[in-house]
């Protein structure tokens, strides 16, 4: 007796069911978005949470009626099926659900007598073991539907498209008569025999009244399912992300449904329009940014695999393009190096053989820093870059969690202009993380959190770790973050929104596109108090396009995906880390004793130690204001003294062409002139810079580009190369000349004798 208990006891494996399961994701709001099959190519969904109450009194009234009173077996139903086998041609049988969740965890097991006998002994074990409604979801979770469809939750989705708790009381009964014989009738053939049953049993659940007349009738009139549906696949990239991270489990996300829908259908109409192109693919990532879960996941365009539109670009590195500018500025405002509308210079600029150029080839001399961020301009960029640190800015970028593959002396000053590579989901999360911070400080009592920058979550109960409260920020304080958005609100919007400032309807947004080198990435991220939007349109095989940029390709979507958000208002100004303090209008410092016309602006604190306008100066001039003069040429009691705008000569060369209230600086009085002014200053080529002949050239001349600002337009320059003379320029002094190898001295000189002089080399490029 003692070994029959033991065998009673161990008679059931540690895991009654060790079947593969489909990977199923589902909504915020539970509904399923997507799904993959098992790995035995079975649609068998992880086991239901409960039993819809509509199923599970159809089933119980079909199966095993008697279910909640039995031992795991019922003799009256043995006992019946055992007379009915014997004395009629048909078969039954007299299994009790708990007995037919033991079969099938057996698997393929021959239906003996014999074998009924073990699925008893073992039902007996197993009523010890599982809960009543335990063992009703195993039944429910494992029960054949027919073909390759498994258990409740996924027969419901095969053939009615809906949820297991949705079903109807035809639907219930419809999937509780099915695995009785689902070889038999399977839905789509033999309707009449499956039909029969379904109508049988809500008759039995009319009369044992557990629906009433009126149910019954419009139960019976319901449709019978017909082929398997194709499951829902709203977020294609993010189950097959899940499908590898969370293989065979169901997951909750927090995507919104309803967003993931709308951006579905904005996504198929944005890319109707860029294929025309032969733009391929875009992708859509939307952020909460209080939680940092994702609300929408687009990883790709609805285009064709031979067009890449399996490849999730959600997390494919891309060349970031002007994305990282914001945090450069944000960087500088940051320490005190920079304010908002500084002056920043936009010139020819070459560094190390490095020559940046603006996207339009042009240059407006000096810009204020917050413009040439709106505008994205290339080259004030790389010169700030410059003045900051190229490691420094690389440390920043990585302690913000944003990581790089490569030392920072990889990516050099192109770092700034998308010689790095970042994945949207980075990017986006990036701009999140600031804005959080901004709105962390703003509601809590202007403190901060230690872990800002975390990484986003797709899961529902995931809830992320920012860290202690603290009262210095980590990475970027608030002021400078606010100033920064403030700057991105200004970039220039794509056709059909340029005068959304006239229209109540529209959202306001800190934004920035990205375009890589050879037009192959379009960017646009932007942040709104509550959400953080990250497009990204190109081709996965990074072949680029004419007119694929960041304003074109991504931000009209951007604001397509921004439109369907709820209403966020805009960020609150962070007083408390700004303080108020004069500002020079004109060059946007912090004002001099020299700057007649100052504005009061409340700023990031640490402006205040950021140097002062270095462009406004004393000058005196005769009694008419034409001239400059001082004492050694011109009576003292005759001079007018007054304080002066003025750039720098070659700044000034480009900045006049833009800024046509721009007053040039008076020149000295004949007599007047004095080494402290500098009248001429080349362009190119720079002060030690080496002229490289490339050596394919097959020869030892080089057309060499010379060009200098003289703040007298109107001036005649003449030009040697060591003592040479090699030509005359006036107005626009530009010429162009062979130089052969070697080293030179170039010598400008205009019609008053003023000069400038330079040495230059001319040199076989290495390779």
Known sequence: ??????????????????????????????????????????????????????????????????????????????????????????????STITQQVVRLSRKNTSRTYFEKCIELFMATRLEFKYSKDDILKLYATHTPYGGNVVGLETASWRYFGIPAHELSWGQSAALAVLPNAPSLIFPGRNEQTLLQKRNRLLKKLWDKNHIDQTTYELAIAEPLPQKPLTLPNNAPHLTERIKKEHPGKRIKTSID???????????????????????????????????????????????????????????????????????????????????????????????NGYNPKNFNKKHAGAVPASRALSRSLNVPAVRLLRQFGLQKFYNKLHNMNLKLDKPAGHYGLALILGGAESSLWDIT????????????????????????????????????????????????????????????????????????????????????????????????????????????????????????????????????????????GWFQEPFDDLVEFEIC??????????????????LPIKGTRSKQCPYHHQIFLDEKGKFRVNSDCYPLENMVQKNWFRLPTVVEYYYVNSNPNYKVIPPFLEGCFTEESQLMEFIFPKKNEEILIPKDLGKNTQEVLFKLAHQQSESTVHWYLDETYVGSTTQFHELILDAKLGDYLLTAMDDEGNRIQQKLSVKMASN
């Open 1 to 94: 007796m003692l070994i029959v208990f033991l065998v009673w006891l161990f008679c059931l494996p540690k895991t009654l069911f060790e079947d593969p399961t489909s990977t199923v994701v589902t909504s915020s709001d539970n509904v399923l978005i997507g799904a993959r099959i098992a790995e035995d190519g079975q649609w068998r969904f992880p086991q239901i949470d409960s039993v819809p109450n509509r199923f599970k009194q159809s089933v119980l009234l079909f199966e095993d009626e008697y279910f909640y009173r039995h031992p795991g077996f019922n003799p009256i139903s043995i006992f019946n099926a055992i007379k009915h086998n014997l004395t009629k041609n048909t078969r039954r049988g007299g």
């Open 585 to 602: 209008k004109e060059s946007g410092f912090r004002a001099s004793t020299f700057c007649d016309v100052t504005q009061k602006e409340f």
């Open 257 to 351: 449904r309803h967003l993931q829908y709308q951006n579905n259908i904005l996504a198929e109409r944005h890319f109707q329009r860029l294929k025309s192109n032969e733009i391929q693919n875009l992708s859509i990532l939307v952020l909460d940014i209080e939680s940092r879960k994702v609300l929408s996941y687009i990883g790709n365009a609805p285009s064709t695999t031979a067009d890449g539109n399996q490849v999730d670009i959600i997390t494919k590195k891309r060349s970031t393009g002007s994305t990282l500018k914001p945090f450069l500025f944000a960087s500088l405002l940051n320490e005190g190096q920079l304010l908002p509308n500084s002056l920043v210079k936009d010139i020819p600029t070459v560094i």
């Open 429 to 568: 999360k990036t701009y999140a993380s600031a804005a959080s911070t901004l709105n962390y400080y703003i509601s809590n009592s202007s403190t901060y959190r230690a872990n800002e920058f975390v990484d986003p979550t797709y899961l529902f109960e995931d809830e992320k770790d920012f860290g202690p409260q603290q009262f210095e920020p980590s990475i970027l304080n608030a002021g400078a973050i606010y100033h920064t958005f403030k700057s991105l609100q200004e970039v220039n919007r794509p056709d059909g929104n340029e005068n959304w400032q006239f229209f109540d309807s529209s959202q306001r947004i800190a934004w920035k596109t990205g375009t890589s080198f050879g037009f192959k990435d379009a960017w646009a991220v932007g942040v709104t108090p509550k959400y953080a939007i990250g497009v990204w349109a190109g081709n996965a095989d990074g072949e680029g396009r004419p007119g694929l940029t960041g304003i074109t390709a991504a931000a009209p979507l951007l604001f397509d995906v921004l439109d369907v958000l709820p209403q966020s």
